[in-house]
């Protein structure tokens, strides 16, 4: 038996991987929020700028 | 006394305009009778090893049948406001939800009652005595209750969401897993003419256990979800 | 402050993390049937034993948002939903990897492995669900029934299926890597719960923290779009 290295280098390497893959796609949706964000309070702006001319 | 006179009164209501416009018995019947027959070409009616399971493929039919019934149920009030309307009146949610769920009761078990002769004739089912049949009656009971109990209760939650054909299928398959477990397995054993040993107790168990929990649980919930 | 919570709680878990992988690989002697894969278990427990409890908590927040009546619960209970899920897809594919090994095949519908699927399968629908909602009282306030229904239910389904399987014996070996682990093999088993836990508490709160920045973007919009 060869000790059965293989699967435990795949079992480790799928979790890690899944965590990875989570974190990442929390930072992006993190920066889509924050572009987003920051869009909606530019029109908020120039919503204001218009209504005050 | 009142609560339980209310929710008959919804179910009777419920139940007449089932009857006079037969739309959801006749959708659920034809397509309890098409999935048996879909089911006959999967497997084969007359093995033996089918007719282990064919009481398992029974509740599957009846569950998906179901869903079209519970689908009808609080959906028939969104047109001209009828749920707005309902929900004003005095009748408390939970009466509403009562009434909703004794009336799919009575027709799903009508539907089932409509598919058990097609289905003893298709997958020639012996019954071995009448107390199998009887036995069995109670165990489409038990089933077919925690089946509406919870199936009801996710109607008046995904009456108002886009996609509700979609989402109530989806959320309310693996609720209903306990009691679907339940009802297969003692059918199975009743089907085939299997003596019901005492370890099969457990199930009738999980059945009334199933019902009781989860009656509870709607009931209690049921006026957060309609109204809030 | 938040900020500073989450970075430390991430160093920690990934510090914690490291140490242990290093005394899982270099400490602790194979196990005698199988060799080496056991060490999976390593992660396979912790994950479940956390994502598991992390869905009665989530539970627990959605019932005090429906007594409250305050959002922040929601977000709470939706952001533990969502990491308890990802460890339950963690456990359920490392219990996968496992199993084959241990029984050859890669699914033996085991009491656990299944109704971790089928946990995962509900709570898979209580996020199409929440994203099917617009109106954030009404997502919140079906978001904690479902939530409410989906631990009660999951608890049945385990026990269910465990009298099930009894009946009908598969290729099944009780996963009870606890029961009879040498003493030095149970150490790293605790530190890794309690680094998985930490690690959960940082997602969990970053996320929350997108919550809020996404209710923010909401409220926003509906003031610009008020004129």
Not at chain 3, 180 to 205: H, Q, S
């Amino acid at each position: 038996m060869d000790r059965n290295f293989e699967y435990m280098f795949y079992g480790f390497t799928a979790a890690w991987l899944i965590v990875i893959i989570y974190v990442i796609w929390i930072a992006l949706r993190e920066r889509r929020l924050r572009d987003e964000l920051d869009r909606v309070k530019r029109m908020l702006e120039d919503q204001e700028r218009e209504a005050k001319k | 006394m009142s609560f339980l006179r209310r929710a008959l009164a919804i179910a009777a209501k419920d139940l007449r305009s089932e009857i006079r416009s037969k739309e959801s018995i006749n959708a659920s019947v034809a397509f309890a009778l098409v999935i048996l027959f879909l089911f006959s070409l999967a497997f084969d009616p007359t093995s033996d090893e089918v007719r282990e399971i064919a009481g398992g493929l029974l509740w599957l039919v009846f569950a998906f049948a179901g869903t079209l019934i519970l689908n009808r149920s609080f959906a028939r009030e969104l047109v001209n406001d009828c749920l707005d309307a309902l929900l004003a009146s005095p009748v408390s949610g939970a009466q509403l939800y009562l009434g909703k769920v004794i009336a799919n009761f009575v027709i799903l078990m009508v539907v089932e009652a409509l598919s058990m002769p097609v289905f003893s004739i298709f997958y020639n089912v012996h019954w071995k005595d009448a107390q199998t049949i009887w036995i069995f009656v109670g165990v489409m009971l038990l089933g077919t209750w925690g089946l509406t109990v919870i199936g009801t209760l996710f109607s008046a939650m995904t009456v108002n969401l886009r996609l509700r054909e979609l989402m109530l299928p989806m959320l309310v398959y693996p609720m209903m897993i306990p009691a679907l477990m339940g009802a297969i397995t003692l059918s199975a054993l009743l089907v085939a003419g299997e003596p019901l040993g005492a370890d099969n107790q457990i199930w009738f168990r999980l059945l009334v256990a199933f019902d009781v929990i989860f009656t509870l649980l709607s009931l209690a919930f049921v006026e957060t979800v309609l109204v809030g | 402050m938040r900020t500073k919570l989450i970075i430390l709680l991430s160093v920690l878990a990934g510090g914690l993390l490291a140490w242990n992988l290093h005394t899982i690989f270099l400490k602790v002697p194979d196990e005698a049937s199988q060799g080496a894969v056991f060490r999976v278990f390593y992660f396979h427990f912790p994950a479940a034993v956390t994502s598991f409890s992390c869905f009665f908590v989530a539970m627990f927040s959605g019932l005090v948002y429906l007594r409250t009546r305050n959002l922040r619960y929601d977000a709470a209970a939706a952001a533990i939903n969502e990491v308890a899920f990802t460890f339950a897809l963690i456990t359920l594919i490392t219990g996968m990897i496992w199993g084959r090994i241990i029984w050859g095949i890669w699914w033996a519908w085991d009491p656990r492995i299944t109704s971790y699927f089928i946990c995962l399968l509900m709570y898979f629908g209580y996020f199409m669900m929440r994203r099917a909602i617009d109106e954030p009282h009404r997502r919140a306030r079906l978001s904690a029934v479902l939530s409410v229904l989906a631990s009660v239910d999951i608890v049945i389904v385990w026990k269910s299926i465990e009298w099930f399987r009894t009946q009908h014996p598969g290729p099944v070996l009780e996963i009870r890597g606890g029961g009879g682990m040498a003493p030095g093999m149970e150490a790293p088993l605790f530190w890794n719960v309690l680094a998985f836990l930490m690690l959960e508490t940082a997602l969990i709160l970053v996320r929350m923290r997108q919550q809020s920045i996404q209710s923010e973007i909401e409220s926003l919009r509906r003031y610009a779009h008020a004129f």
